[in-house]
Protein backbone atom coordinates (compact mmCIF):
# COMPACT_ATOMS: atom_id res chain seq x y z
CA UNK A 1 0.00 0.00 0.00
CA UNK A 2 1.03 3.88 -0.68
CA UNK A 3 2.69 5.75 2.05
CA UNK A 4 0.09 8.40 3.03
CA UNK A 5 2.65 10.64 2.79
CA UNK A 6 3.19 11.13 -0.87
CA UNK A 7 6.33 13.50 -2.01
CA UNK A 8 4.96 16.69 -4.22
CA UNK A 9 7.02 15.73 -7.61
CA UNK A 10 5.18 11.89 -6.89
CA UNK A 11 1.73 14.08 -6.90
CA UNK A 12 2.90 16.20 -9.98
CA UNK A 13 3.89 13.10 -11.57
CA UNK A 14 0.36 11.69 -10.96
CA UNK A 15 -1.44 14.71 -12.64
CA UNK A 16 0.41 13.98 -15.54
CA UNK A 17 -0.46 10.42 -15.44
CA UNK A 18 -4.04 10.70 -15.16
CA UNK A 19 -4.42 13.63 -17.89
CA UNK A 20 -2.51 10.68 -20.10
CA UNK A 21 -4.98 8.08 -18.99
CA UNK A 22 -8.29 10.02 -19.02
CA UNK A 23 -7.21 11.11 -23.25
CA UNK A 24 -6.87 7.66 -24.16
CA UNK A 25 -10.02 6.03 -21.89
CA UNK A 26 -12.21 8.98 -23.77
CA UNK A 27 -10.32 7.52 -27.12
CA UNK A 28 -11.14 4.12 -26.87
CA UNK A 29 -14.68 4.99 -25.78
CA UNK A 30 -14.39 3.43 -22.09
CA UNK A 31 -16.38 6.96 -20.64
CA UNK A 32 -16.88 5.61 -16.84
CA UNK A 33 -13.00 5.14 -16.50
CA UNK A 34 -12.46 8.24 -18.11
CA UNK A 35 -15.16 9.82 -15.68
CA UNK A 36 -13.47 7.98 -12.31
CA UNK A 37 -10.54 9.05 -13.49
CA UNK A 38 -11.40 12.98 -14.52
CA UNK A 39 -12.92 12.94 -10.78
CA UNK A 40 -9.61 11.24 -8.92
CA UNK A 41 -6.97 14.24 -10.53
CA UNK A 42 -9.86 17.12 -10.06
CA UNK A 43 -9.70 15.64 -6.14
CA UNK A 44 -5.41 16.36 -6.30
CA UNK A 45 -4.87 19.94 -4.51
CA UNK A 46 -4.59 22.55 -7.62
CA UNK A 47 -0.91 23.42 -6.45
CA UNK A 48 0.14 19.68 -8.07
CA UNK A 49 -2.36 20.29 -11.25
CA UNK A 50 -1.69 24.05 -12.41
CA UNK A 51 1.30 26.25 -13.31
CA UNK A 52 3.66 25.78 -13.44
CA UNK A 53 3.22 22.28 -13.80
CA UNK A 54 1.37 22.13 -16.42
CA UNK A 55 3.10 21.30 -19.70
CA UNK A 56 1.53 24.19 -21.85
CA UNK A 57 2.44 26.79 -19.21
CA UNK A 58 4.13 29.74 -19.90
CA UNK A 59 7.42 30.71 -18.52
CA UNK A 60 7.12 32.80 -15.46
CA UNK A 61 7.25 36.36 -16.49
CA UNK A 62 9.17 39.27 -14.28
CA UNK A 63 6.46 41.51 -12.29
CA UNK A 64 7.59 44.77 -14.14
CA UNK A 65 7.50 43.42 -17.49
CA UNK A 66 4.30 43.00 -20.18
CA UNK A 67 3.80 39.43 -20.82
CA UNK A 68 4.22 37.76 -24.06
CA UNK A 69 3.06 35.32 -25.98
CA UNK A 70 4.40 31.49 -25.11
CA UNK A 71 6.88 30.67 -28.33
CA UNK A 72 5.42 28.35 -30.80
CA UNK A 73 5.94 24.81 -30.63
CA UNK A 74 5.51 22.00 -32.79
CA UNK A 75 2.56 20.10 -32.39
CA UNK A 76 3.24 17.60 -29.95
CA UNK A 77 2.37 13.88 -30.22
CA UNK A 78 -0.51 11.84 -28.96
CA UNK A 79 -0.24 11.62 -25.67
CA UNK A 80 2.98 13.44 -25.71
CA UNK A 81 1.93 16.56 -23.01
CA UNK A 82 4.56 15.87 -20.53
CA UNK A 83 7.19 18.34 -19.41
CA UNK A 84 10.64 18.00 -20.82
CA UNK A 85 13.05 17.52 -18.00
CA UNK A 86 15.67 19.95 -16.76
CA UNK A 87 17.96 20.46 -14.22
CA UNK A 88 16.12 20.18 -10.70
CA UNK A 89 12.97 18.86 -12.34
CA UNK A 90 11.43 15.01 -11.75
CA UNK A 91 11.51 12.81 -14.46
CA UNK A 92 7.94 13.47 -16.47
CA UNK A 93 8.72 9.92 -18.46
CA UNK A 94 9.62 6.83 -15.81
CA UNK A 95 11.15 3.96 -17.61
CA UNK A 96 12.91 3.50 -20.89
CA UNK A 97 13.12 6.27 -23.22
CA UNK A 98 10.58 5.72 -26.09
CA UNK A 99 12.02 5.37 -30.20
CA UNK A 100 10.69 8.09 -32.34
CA UNK A 101 10.42 8.58 -36.04
CA UNK A 102 12.21 10.80 -38.27
CA UNK A 103 9.08 13.71 -37.27
CA UNK A 104 9.53 13.20 -33.56
CA UNK A 105 6.29 11.13 -33.01
CA UNK A 106 6.53 7.96 -30.75
CA UNK A 107 7.21 4.93 -33.26
CA UNK A 108 4.15 3.09 -31.51
CA UNK A 109 1.85 5.91 -32.31
CA UNK A 110 2.76 6.24 -35.45
CA UNK A 111 -0.39 4.07 -36.88
CA UNK A 112 -2.59 6.32 -35.17
CA UNK A 113 -1.51 9.68 -36.44
CA UNK A 114 -1.76 8.37 -39.77
CA UNK A 115 -5.24 7.02 -39.28
CA UNK A 116 -6.51 10.06 -37.21
CA UNK A 117 -8.82 10.70 -40.01
CA UNK A 118 -10.92 7.37 -39.98
CA UNK A 119 -10.42 6.70 -36.45
CA UNK A 120 -12.29 10.76 -35.85
CA UNK A 121 -14.96 9.21 -37.85
CA UNK A 122 -15.22 5.90 -36.52
CA UNK A 123 -15.03 7.46 -32.78
CA UNK A 124 -18.35 9.24 -34.41
CA UNK A 125 -20.47 6.49 -35.40
CA UNK A 126 -19.86 4.67 -31.85
CA UNK A 127 -20.70 7.68 -30.20
CA UNK A 128 -23.90 7.32 -32.19
CA UNK A 129 -23.96 3.48 -31.22
CA UNK A 130 -23.52 2.42 -34.62
CA UNK A 131 -21.07 -0.32 -33.96
CA UNK A 132 -21.41 -2.78 -36.95
CA UNK A 133 -20.33 0.44 -39.11
CA UNK A 134 -17.15 0.89 -37.36
CA UNK A 135 -15.98 -2.47 -37.39
CA UNK A 136 -16.29 -2.22 -40.81
CA UNK A 137 -14.81 1.13 -41.32
CA UNK A 138 -11.50 -0.11 -39.05
CA UNK A 139 -11.14 -3.67 -40.77
CA UNK A 140 -7.64 -2.74 -41.76
CA UNK A 141 -6.48 -0.81 -38.77
CA UNK A 142 -3.36 -0.84 -37.43
CA UNK A 143 -3.32 1.62 -34.33
CA UNK A 144 -3.65 1.13 -31.13
CA UNK A 145 -6.32 2.99 -30.80
CA UNK A 146 -8.63 2.35 -33.77
CA UNK A 147 -7.89 -1.85 -33.15
CA UNK A 148 -9.54 -1.42 -29.82
CA UNK A 149 -12.63 0.48 -30.40
CA UNK A 150 -12.99 -1.82 -34.00
CA UNK A 151 -12.92 -4.70 -31.36
CA UNK A 152 -14.87 -2.76 -28.65
CA UNK A 153 -17.35 -2.35 -31.38
CA UNK A 154 -17.98 -6.07 -32.28
CA UNK A 155 -18.44 -7.12 -28.29
CA UNK A 156 -20.57 -4.19 -27.98
CA UNK A 157 -22.47 -5.35 -30.95
CA UNK A 158 -22.28 -9.33 -29.90
CA UNK A 159 -23.89 -8.25 -26.27
CA UNK A 160 -26.79 -6.28 -28.03
CA UNK A 161 -27.88 -8.48 -30.66
CA UNK A 162 -28.01 -11.33 -27.57
CA UNK A 163 -29.88 -9.33 -25.38
CA UNK A 164 -32.70 -8.63 -28.62
CA UNK A 165 -32.42 -12.34 -29.49
CA UNK A 166 -33.64 -13.28 -25.66
CA UNK A 167 -36.98 -14.62 -25.08
CA UNK A 168 -36.93 -12.37 -21.53
CA UNK A 169 -35.34 -9.95 -20.70
CA UNK A 170 -34.39 -11.10 -17.69
CA UNK A 171 -33.04 -14.45 -18.38
CA UNK A 172 -29.29 -14.12 -17.87
CA UNK A 173 -28.18 -17.92 -18.26
CA UNK A 174 -29.66 -17.74 -21.80
CA UNK A 175 -27.71 -14.33 -22.19
CA UNK A 176 -24.85 -16.27 -21.73
CA UNK A 177 -25.28 -19.17 -24.00
CA UNK A 178 -26.42 -16.39 -27.05
CA UNK A 179 -23.00 -14.30 -26.27
CA UNK A 180 -20.83 -17.60 -26.87
CA UNK A 181 -20.59 -18.03 -30.68
CA UNK A 182 -20.28 -14.03 -31.38
CA UNK A 183 -17.54 -13.80 -28.66
CA UNK A 184 -15.26 -16.92 -29.07
CA UNK A 185 -14.05 -15.47 -32.23
CA UNK A 186 -13.10 -12.48 -31.26
CA UNK A 187 -11.45 -13.96 -28.50
CA UNK A 188 -9.68 -15.79 -30.66
CA UNK A 189 -8.65 -12.75 -32.53
CA UNK A 190 -7.62 -11.27 -29.05
CA UNK A 191 -5.10 -14.11 -28.26
CA UNK A 192 -1.89 -12.63 -29.12
CA UNK A 193 -2.73 -9.24 -28.35
CA UNK A 194 -0.17 -7.51 -25.78
CA UNK A 195 -2.03 -4.21 -25.49
CA UNK A 196 -3.07 -3.31 -21.86
CA UNK A 197 -6.38 -2.15 -23.22
CA UNK A 198 -7.21 -4.93 -25.94
CA UNK A 199 -6.12 -7.43 -21.94
CA UNK A 200 -9.03 -5.59 -20.80
CA UNK A 201 -11.26 -6.47 -22.97
CA UNK A 202 -10.26 -9.80 -23.35
CA UNK A 203 -10.60 -10.31 -19.46
CA UNK A 204 -14.05 -8.94 -19.95
CA UNK A 205 -14.62 -11.42 -22.72
CA UNK A 206 -13.78 -14.02 -20.33
CA UNK A 207 -16.00 -12.51 -17.66
CA UNK A 208 -18.79 -12.89 -19.86
CA UNK A 209 -18.26 -16.26 -20.63
CA UNK A 210 -17.74 -17.16 -16.59
CA UNK A 211 -13.94 -17.99 -17.40
CA UNK A 212 -12.72 -16.78 -14.29
CA UNK A 213 -9.14 -18.03 -13.94
CA UNK A 214 -8.29 -16.63 -17.74
CA UNK A 215 -10.14 -13.28 -17.17
CA UNK A 216 -8.44 -12.61 -14.01
CA UNK A 217 -4.78 -13.08 -15.21
CA UNK A 218 -5.97 -11.07 -18.58
CA UNK A 219 -7.11 -8.09 -16.30
CA UNK A 220 -4.16 -8.36 -14.08
CA UNK A 221 -1.80 -7.92 -17.01
CA UNK A 222 -3.75 -4.68 -18.06
CA UNK A 223 -3.83 -2.73 -14.98
CA UNK A 224 -0.20 -3.62 -14.34
CA UNK A 225 0.64 -1.37 -17.73
CA UNK A 226 -2.19 0.94 -17.52
CA UNK A 227 -3.24 1.19 -13.89
CA UNK A 228 -5.46 4.27 -14.18
CA UNK A 229 -8.18 1.88 -16.06
CA UNK A 230 -10.85 1.48 -12.80
CA UNK A 231 -13.19 -0.10 -14.99
CA UNK A 232 -10.83 -3.19 -15.45
CA UNK A 233 -9.60 -3.01 -11.32
CA UNK A 234 -13.62 -2.79 -11.15
CA UNK A 235 -14.14 -5.87 -13.29
CA UNK A 236 -10.91 -7.50 -11.23
CA UNK A 237 -12.84 -7.10 -7.84
CA UNK A 238 -15.64 -8.82 -9.13
CA UNK A 239 -13.92 -11.98 -9.15
CA UNK A 240 -12.28 -12.20 -5.71
CA UNK A 241 -14.25 -14.09 -3.98
CA UNK A 242 -12.42 -14.22 -0.67
CA UNK A 243 -10.33 -12.54 1.75
CA UNK A 244 -7.53 -15.48 0.95
CA UNK A 245 -7.84 -14.51 -2.72
CA UNK A 246 -7.79 -11.14 -2.48
CA UNK A 247 -4.72 -11.52 -0.49
CA UNK A 248 -2.62 -13.48 -2.72
CA UNK A 249 -4.10 -11.23 -5.67
CA UNK A 250 -2.46 -8.24 -3.63
CA UNK A 251 0.65 -9.90 -3.51
CA UNK A 252 0.87 -10.19 -7.33
CA UNK A 253 0.21 -6.27 -7.97
CA UNK A 254 2.91 -3.29 -7.59
CA UNK A 255 2.20 -1.33 -4.11
CA UNK A 256 -0.01 1.63 -5.47
CA UNK A 257 -2.54 4.38 -5.26
CA UNK A 258 -4.76 2.56 -7.08
CA UNK A 259 -4.13 -0.86 -5.16
CA UNK A 260 -5.53 0.73 -2.32
CA UNK A 261 -8.64 2.12 -3.87
CA UNK A 262 -9.19 -1.72 -5.28
CA UNK A 263 -8.17 -2.51 -1.96
CA UNK A 264 -10.98 -0.98 -0.15
CA UNK A 265 -13.49 -1.77 -3.41
CA UNK A 266 -12.55 -5.72 -2.94
CA UNK A 267 -12.96 -5.31 0.96
CA UNK A 268 -16.57 -3.77 0.77
CA UNK A 269 -17.52 -6.87 -1.63
CA UNK A 270 -16.63 -8.84 0.71
CA UNK A 271 -18.44 -7.36 3.62
CA UNK A 272 -15.34 -7.23 5.68
CA UNK A 273 -15.60 -3.15 6.25
CA UNK A 274 -13.51 -2.36 9.50
CA UNK A 275 -11.35 -0.22 10.99
CA UNK A 276 -8.18 -1.04 8.43
CA UNK A 277 -10.34 -0.26 5.40
CA UNK A 278 -11.46 3.32 7.38
CA UNK A 279 -7.81 4.22 7.63
CA UNK A 280 -7.02 3.14 3.75
CA UNK A 281 -9.73 5.76 3.08
CA UNK A 282 -7.59 8.53 5.64
CA UNK A 283 -4.64 8.14 3.97
CA UNK A 284 -6.04 8.49 0.39
CA UNK A 285 -8.39 11.24 1.47
CA UNK A 286 -4.41 13.02 2.23
CA UNK A 287 -3.71 12.60 -1.21
CA UNK A 288 -7.15 13.41 -2.55
CA UNK A 289 -8.53 15.71 -0.42
CA UNK A 290 -11.75 16.69 -2.36
CA UNK A 291 -12.69 13.21 -3.59
CA UNK A 292 -16.09 12.97 -3.43
CA UNK A 293 -15.73 9.16 -4.11
CA UNK A 294 -13.71 8.34 -1.46
CA UNK A 295 -16.08 10.17 0.84
CA UNK A 296 -18.91 8.36 -0.40
CA UNK A 297 -17.26 4.97 0.38
CA UNK A 298 -16.71 6.05 3.69
CA UNK A 299 -20.15 6.40 4.35
CA UNK A 300 -20.70 2.95 2.34
CA UNK A 301 -17.57 1.32 5.57
CA UNK A 302 -20.33 2.89 8.05
CA UNK A 303 -23.37 1.63 6.72
CA UNK A 304 -21.85 -1.84 5.95
CA UNK A 305 -20.99 -1.57 9.80
CA UNK A 306 -24.27 -0.78 10.63
CA UNK A 307 -24.12 2.60 12.29
CA UNK A 308 -26.63 4.22 9.71
CA UNK A 309 -26.73 7.38 12.21
CA UNK A 310 -23.18 8.30 11.19
CA UNK A 311 -23.37 6.61 7.40
CA UNK A 312 -26.56 8.82 7.14
CA UNK A 313 -24.67 11.79 7.63
CA UNK A 314 -21.85 10.77 5.82
CA UNK A 315 -24.31 10.33 2.27
CA UNK A 316 -25.70 14.00 3.70
CA UNK A 317 -22.41 15.45 3.39
CA UNK A 318 -21.49 13.73 -0.02
CA UNK A 319 -25.07 14.99 -1.57
CA UNK A 320 -23.84 18.31 -0.32
CA UNK A 321 -20.77 18.60 -1.51
CA UNK A 322 -22.31 16.79 -4.87
CA UNK A 323 -25.79 17.18 -5.51
CA UNK A 324 -26.15 14.92 -8.61
CA UNK A 325 -24.21 11.63 -7.72
CA UNK A 326 -25.91 8.92 -8.75
CA UNK A 327 -23.60 6.21 -7.75
CA UNK A 328 -24.70 5.57 -4.26
CA UNK A 329 -28.19 6.87 -4.12
CA UNK A 330 -29.72 3.60 -3.75
CA UNK A 331 -27.73 2.15 -1.28
CA UNK A 332 -28.71 5.97 0.71
CA UNK A 333 -32.16 4.71 -0.22
CA UNK A 334 -31.87 0.99 1.32
CA UNK A 335 -30.34 2.71 4.48
CA UNK A 336 -33.32 5.18 4.52
CA UNK A 337 -35.68 2.57 4.37
CA UNK A 338 -34.49 0.39 6.80
CA UNK A 339 -34.47 3.77 9.23
CA UNK A 340 -38.20 3.63 8.61
CA UNK A 341 -37.57 7.73 7.54
CA UNK A 342 -39.59 7.25 4.46
CA UNK A 343 -40.22 11.08 4.38
CA UNK A 344 -36.24 11.36 3.89
CA UNK A 345 -37.10 8.89 1.61
CA UNK A 346 -39.89 10.39 -0.53
CA UNK A 347 -37.44 13.88 -0.44
CA UNK A 348 -34.49 12.31 -2.10
CA UNK A 349 -36.37 9.94 -4.73
CA UNK A 350 -38.65 13.12 -5.89
CA UNK A 351 -35.49 15.09 -6.50
CA UNK A 352 -33.56 12.64 -8.58
CA UNK A 353 -36.32 11.47 -10.50
CA UNK A 354 -36.59 15.36 -11.32
CA UNK A 355 -32.65 14.85 -12.64
CA UNK A 356 -32.51 11.64 -14.26
CA UNK A 357 -35.07 9.27 -13.90
CA UNK A 358 -33.25 7.26 -17.04
CA UNK A 359 -30.65 5.78 -14.48
CA UNK A 360 -30.51 2.12 -12.99
CA UNK A 361 -29.69 3.43 -9.71
CA UNK A 362 -32.77 6.23 -9.59
CA UNK A 363 -35.15 3.78 -10.75
CA UNK A 364 -33.89 1.49 -7.62
CA UNK A 365 -34.57 4.48 -4.77
CA UNK A 366 -38.49 5.03 -6.68
CA UNK A 367 -38.57 0.79 -6.06
CA UNK A 368 -37.29 1.65 -2.59
CA UNK A 369 -39.79 4.06 -1.53
CA UNK A 370 -42.86 2.38 -2.72
CA UNK A 371 -41.96 -0.88 -0.94
CA UNK A 372 -41.76 1.55 2.06
CA UNK A 373 -45.08 2.32 1.18
CA UNK A 374 -46.40 -1.45 1.28
CA UNK A 375 -47.17 -0.59 -2.13
CA UNK A 376 -44.98 -3.57 -3.59
CA UNK A 377 -46.77 -4.13 -7.10
CA UNK A 378 -45.23 -0.37 -8.12
CA UNK A 379 -42.09 -0.75 -6.19
CA UNK A 380 -41.58 -3.95 -8.97
CA UNK A 381 -42.44 -1.93 -11.53
CA UNK A 382 -39.47 0.60 -11.33
CA UNK A 383 -36.89 -2.42 -10.08
CA UNK A 384 -38.03 -4.52 -13.72
CA UNK A 385 -37.25 -0.87 -15.06
CA UNK A 386 -33.97 -0.47 -13.60
CA UNK A 387 -32.60 -3.84 -14.60
CA UNK A 388 -34.28 -2.74 -18.05
CA UNK A 389 -31.38 -0.11 -18.02
CA UNK A 390 -29.07 -2.01 -16.73
CA UNK A 391 -29.51 -5.49 -16.38
CA UNK A 392 -26.79 -6.35 -14.61
CA UNK A 393 -27.73 -3.80 -11.71
CA UNK A 394 -27.68 -5.93 -8.59
CA UNK A 395 -29.54 -4.28 -6.50
CA UNK A 396 -32.52 -3.89 -8.23
CA UNK A 397 -32.34 -8.24 -8.76
CA UNK A 398 -32.08 -8.50 -5.06
CA UNK A 399 -34.86 -5.86 -4.00
CA UNK A 400 -37.43 -6.94 -6.66
CA UNK A 401 -36.86 -10.64 -4.72
CA UNK A 402 -37.54 -8.87 -1.61
CA UNK A 403 -41.17 -7.72 -2.97
CA UNK A 404 -41.74 -10.98 -4.31
CA UNK A 405 -41.64 -12.32 -0.53
CA UNK A 406 -43.92 -9.37 0.51
CA UNK A 407 -46.05 -10.90 -2.11
CA UNK A 408 -45.75 -14.36 -1.04
CA UNK A 409 -44.86 -14.77 -4.66
CA UNK A 410 -41.92 -17.59 -3.21
CA UNK A 411 -41.12 -18.91 -6.82
CA UNK A 412 -40.96 -15.09 -8.34
CA UNK A 413 -38.73 -14.67 -5.72
CA UNK A 414 -36.34 -17.32 -5.86
CA UNK A 415 -36.00 -16.56 -9.39
CA UNK A 416 -34.66 -13.05 -8.81
CA UNK A 417 -32.74 -14.09 -5.85
CA UNK A 418 -30.92 -16.53 -8.32
CA UNK A 419 -30.54 -14.28 -11.31
CA UNK A 420 -28.80 -11.83 -8.41
CA UNK A 421 -26.39 -14.78 -7.77
CA UNK A 422 -25.41 -14.93 -11.50
CA UNK A 423 -24.49 -11.36 -11.33
CA UNK A 424 -22.31 -11.56 -8.26
CA UNK A 425 -22.73 -14.60 -6.03
CA UNK A 426 -21.17 -12.48 -3.28
CA UNK A 427 -24.38 -11.12 -3.00
CA UNK A 428 -25.31 -12.46 0.57
CA UNK A 429 -28.63 -10.57 0.65
CA UNK A 430 -29.68 -12.82 -2.23
CA UNK A 431 -28.65 -16.12 -0.31
CA UNK A 432 -30.27 -15.01 2.59
CA UNK A 433 -33.72 -14.20 0.62
CA UNK A 434 -33.23 -17.98 -0.88
CA UNK A 435 -33.52 -19.10 2.42
CA UNK A 436 -36.22 -17.28 3.43
CA UNK A 437 -38.18 -18.09 -0.02
CA UNK A 438 -37.66 -22.05 0.86
CA UNK A 439 -38.58 -21.53 3.99
CA UNK A 440 -41.57 -19.83 3.10
CA UNK A 441 -42.29 -23.04 0.71
CA UNK A 442 -41.75 -25.26 3.63
CA UNK A 443 -38.65 -26.91 2.33
CA UNK A 444 -36.25 -26.27 5.52
CA UNK A 445 -33.52 -28.47 3.73
CA UNK A 446 -32.70 -26.11 1.20
CA UNK A 447 -33.07 -23.01 3.03
CA UNK A 448 -30.77 -24.45 6.07
CA UNK A 449 -28.07 -24.60 2.50
CA UNK A 450 -28.27 -21.11 1.71
CA UNK A 451 -28.39 -19.58 4.79
CA UNK A 452 -25.39 -21.47 5.62
CA UNK A 453 -24.27 -19.53 2.40
CA UNK A 454 -25.02 -16.13 3.75
CA UNK A 455 -23.38 -16.71 7.08
CA UNK A 456 -19.92 -18.05 4.93
CA UNK A 457 -20.15 -14.32 3.34
CA UNK A 458 -21.52 -12.81 6.51
CA UNK A 459 -20.02 -14.29 9.43
CA UNK A 460 -20.63 -11.71 11.99
CA UNK A 461 -24.16 -10.99 10.64
CA UNK A 462 -26.71 -11.47 14.04
CA UNK A 463 -29.42 -12.03 11.13
CA UNK A 464 -28.25 -14.96 9.22
CA UNK A 465 -27.19 -16.98 12.52
CA UNK A 466 -30.48 -16.42 13.82
CA UNK A 467 -32.06 -17.27 10.57
CA UNK A 468 -30.45 -20.46 10.30
CA UNK A 469 -30.90 -21.56 14.42
CA UNK A 470 -35.01 -21.10 13.48
CA UNK A 471 -34.98 -23.80 11.36
CA UNK A 472 -33.64 -25.88 12.91
CA UNK A 473 -35.38 -24.85 15.99
CA UNK A 474 -39.15 -25.89 13.52
CA UNK A 475 -36.69 -29.04 12.49
CA UNK A 476 -36.37 -30.13 16.50
CA UNK A 477 -32.71 -29.96 15.68
CA UNK A 478 -31.74 -28.31 18.92
CA UNK A 479 -27.99 -28.50 19.75
CA UNK A 480 -28.05 -27.42 16.31
CA UNK A 481 -29.83 -24.69 16.91
CA UNK A 482 -27.88 -23.60 20.25
CA UNK A 483 -25.07 -23.62 18.05
CA UNK A 484 -25.98 -21.13 15.40
CA UNK A 485 -28.09 -19.02 18.17
CA UNK A 486 -24.58 -19.10 20.23
CA UNK A 487 -22.37 -18.00 16.56
CA UNK A 488 -25.40 -15.26 16.16
CA UNK A 489 -23.93 -13.59 19.72
CA UNK A 490 -20.83 -12.98 18.19
CA UNK A 491 -22.32 -10.13 16.05
CA UNK A 492 -25.33 -9.02 17.89
CA UNK A 493 -26.09 -5.25 18.87
CA UNK A 494 -27.35 -4.13 22.01
CA UNK A 495 -31.06 -4.65 20.85
CA UNK A 496 -30.15 -8.33 18.98
CA UNK A 497 -28.40 -10.18 21.99
CA UNK A 498 -31.07 -10.01 25.03
CA UNK A 499 -33.19 -12.36 22.88
CA UNK A 500 -30.83 -14.72 21.65
CA UNK A 501 -29.59 -14.81 25.24
CA UNK A 502 -33.87 -15.47 26.39
CA UNK A 503 -33.84 -18.10 23.67
CA UNK A 504 -30.75 -19.72 24.21
CA UNK A 505 -32.19 -20.27 28.03
CA UNK A 506 -34.76 -21.83 26.76
CA UNK A 507 -33.78 -24.46 24.15
CA UNK A 508 -31.17 -25.46 27.02
CA UNK A 509 -33.97 -25.62 29.29
CA UNK A 510 -35.79 -27.74 26.65
CA UNK A 511 -33.20 -30.11 26.13
CA UNK A 512 -33.22 -30.60 30.49
CA UNK A 513 -29.68 -28.53 30.94
CA UNK A 514 -30.59 -26.40 33.73
CA UNK A 515 -27.80 -25.17 34.97
CA UNK A 516 -26.67 -23.72 31.22
CA UNK A 517 -30.12 -22.14 31.09
CA UNK A 518 -29.66 -20.41 34.21
CA UNK A 519 -26.25 -19.25 32.90
CA UNK A 520 -27.99 -17.42 29.96
CA UNK A 521 -30.89 -15.60 32.35
CA UNK A 522 -27.46 -14.56 34.43
CA UNK A 523 -25.86 -13.12 31.62
CA UNK A 524 -29.45 -11.43 30.84
CA UNK A 525 -29.48 -9.83 34.26
CA UNK A 526 -25.59 -8.66 34.19
CA UNK A 527 -26.45 -7.10 30.81
CA UNK A 528 -29.55 -5.44 32.10
CA UNK A 529 -27.35 -4.10 34.98
CA UNK A 530 -24.46 -2.79 33.16
CA UNK A 531 -26.48 -0.55 31.19
CA UNK A 532 -29.06 0.41 34.25
CA UNK A 533 -31.97 -1.44 32.79
CA UNK A 534 -31.53 1.13 29.89
CA UNK A 535 -31.48 0.60 26.36
CA UNK A 536 -30.76 -2.98 25.55
CA UNK A 537 -34.05 -3.12 23.99
CA UNK A 538 -35.65 -5.87 26.43
CA UNK A 539 -39.10 -5.37 28.41
CA UNK A 540 -39.70 -6.04 31.91
CA UNK A 541 -41.39 -9.30 30.49
CA UNK A 542 -38.71 -10.51 29.76
CA UNK A 543 -36.50 -9.67 32.57
CA UNK A 544 -39.23 -11.00 34.96
CA UNK A 545 -38.84 -14.56 33.08
CA UNK A 546 -34.69 -14.50 33.76
CA UNK A 547 -35.50 -13.31 37.61
CA UNK A 548 -38.31 -15.89 38.03
CA UNK A 549 -36.35 -18.69 36.34
CA UNK A 550 -33.37 -18.10 38.40
CA UNK A 551 -35.14 -17.58 41.61
CA UNK A 552 -36.58 -20.96 41.12
CA UNK A 553 -33.28 -22.46 40.43
CA UNK A 554 -31.97 -21.02 43.70
CA UNK A 555 -35.40 -22.42 45.55
CA UNK A 556 -35.23 -25.93 44.16
CA UNK A 557 -34.48 -27.78 47.15
CA UNK A 558 -36.25 -25.20 49.42
CA UNK A 559 -39.53 -26.97 46.72
CA UNK A 560 -38.59 -30.58 46.75
CA UNK A 561 -37.33 -31.53 49.99
CA UNK A 562 -39.17 -31.88 53.42
CA UNK A 563 -37.81 -29.55 56.62
CA UNK A 564 -36.17 -32.86 57.87
CA UNK A 565 -34.35 -33.96 54.52
CA UNK A 566 -33.15 -30.33 54.24
CA UNK A 567 -31.62 -30.22 57.39
CA UNK A 568 -29.79 -33.63 57.00
CA UNK A 569 -28.71 -32.20 53.60
CA UNK A 570 -27.56 -29.29 55.39
CA UNK A 571 -25.47 -31.10 57.85
CA UNK A 572 -24.10 -32.99 54.64
CA UNK A 573 -22.95 -30.17 52.98
CA UNK A 574 -22.00 -27.59 55.14
CA UNK A 575 -23.59 -24.81 53.25
CA UNK A 576 -26.91 -23.30 52.35
CA UNK A 577 -28.87 -24.92 49.85
CA UNK A 578 -29.34 -21.89 47.24
CA UNK A 579 -29.16 -17.85 47.22
CA UNK A 580 -32.34 -17.58 49.19
CA UNK A 581 -31.59 -13.75 49.72
CA UNK A 582 -31.17 -13.59 46.09
CA UNK A 583 -34.24 -15.48 45.19
CA UNK A 584 -35.85 -13.45 47.18
CA UNK A 585 -35.36 -9.44 46.18
CA UNK A 586 -35.72 -11.14 42.29
CA UNK A 587 -39.06 -12.00 43.06
CA UNK A 588 -40.01 -8.79 45.05
CA UNK A 589 -39.17 -7.13 41.54
CA UNK A 590 -41.15 -9.17 39.79
CA UNK A 591 -43.96 -8.56 42.29
CA UNK A 592 -44.67 -5.14 41.75
CA UNK A 593 -44.80 -5.42 37.78
CA UNK A 594 -47.19 -6.22 35.95
CA UNK A 595 -46.20 -8.90 34.28
CA UNK A 596 -47.40 -12.70 33.59
CA UNK A 597 -45.10 -14.11 35.83
CA UNK A 598 -46.53 -11.69 39.01
CA UNK A 599 -48.69 -14.59 40.56
CA UNK A 600 -46.14 -17.39 40.10
CA UNK A 601 -43.66 -15.22 41.73
CA UNK A 602 -46.21 -14.12 45.03
CA UNK A 603 -46.66 -17.66 45.77
CA UNK A 604 -42.75 -18.23 45.43
CA UNK A 605 -42.57 -15.19 48.19
CA UNK A 606 -44.83 -16.70 50.59
CA UNK A 607 -43.20 -20.00 50.80
CA UNK A 608 -40.06 -17.71 51.15
CA UNK A 609 -41.39 -15.94 54.08
CA UNK A 610 -42.94 -19.22 55.68
CA UNK A 611 -39.21 -20.83 55.79
CA UNK A 612 -37.98 -17.31 57.32
CA UNK A 613 -40.94 -17.07 59.72
CA UNK A 614 -39.38 -21.07 60.83
CA UNK A 615 -36.15 -19.94 61.28
CA UNK A 616 -36.77 -17.30 63.41
CA UNK A 617 -38.73 -19.78 65.68
CA UNK A 618 -36.50 -22.31 65.66
CA UNK A 619 -33.60 -19.94 66.52
Known sequence: MPSPTMSPDAKIQM???????????????????????????????????????????????????????PPIHPRPSIGDFLPSPGPGSFNAEAGPSR?????????????????????????????LKEYDRVVWLLKDSRGSRSKFLKYYSMYLSADRKAQESLPHFLDTKEERLALYPALSPLLTELNDEKDPYLLYLRGLCYM????????????????????????????????????????????ELPSSTMLTFFAISCMLDLHTATE???SMIKELLEIFPDSVHLKAQRAMVYYHMRDFETAEKEFDAVQAADPFRMEEVDIYSNML?????????????????EIDRNRAEVCCLIGNYYSSRADHTKAI???????????????????????????????????????????NAKDYRAWYGLGQAYELLDMPMYAIEYYNQATSLRPYDCRMWTALATVYENLKRLPDAILAHTRALLGADRIQTPTILLKLASLHFTLGQIEESIGFHRKLIALNEKFNGNGIGIGINELSSSYLSIAEFEMRDLLLLSEKQEKKQEDLNGKPLGDLILASQYLEKISISNSPQRDRAEELLRILRIKEAKMAVDL
Open 337 to 353: YVMNKQAKLGKLAHEYA
Open 15 to 69: AHDLRRSIRELRDRGLMVSAKWSSELLAALPKEYRQAPHLPFSPPPQPHNLPSTS
Open 99 to 127: GRTMHGIEIEEEDDILEEDEFQLARGYFD
Open 276 to 278: LVM
Open 381 to 423: TYFKRSLMLNREYLPAWTLMGHEFVELKNSHAAIEAYRKAIDV
Open 208 to 251: RLDKRPPALKCLADSVRMKPYNWSAWSQMAQLVYSADMFISLKE
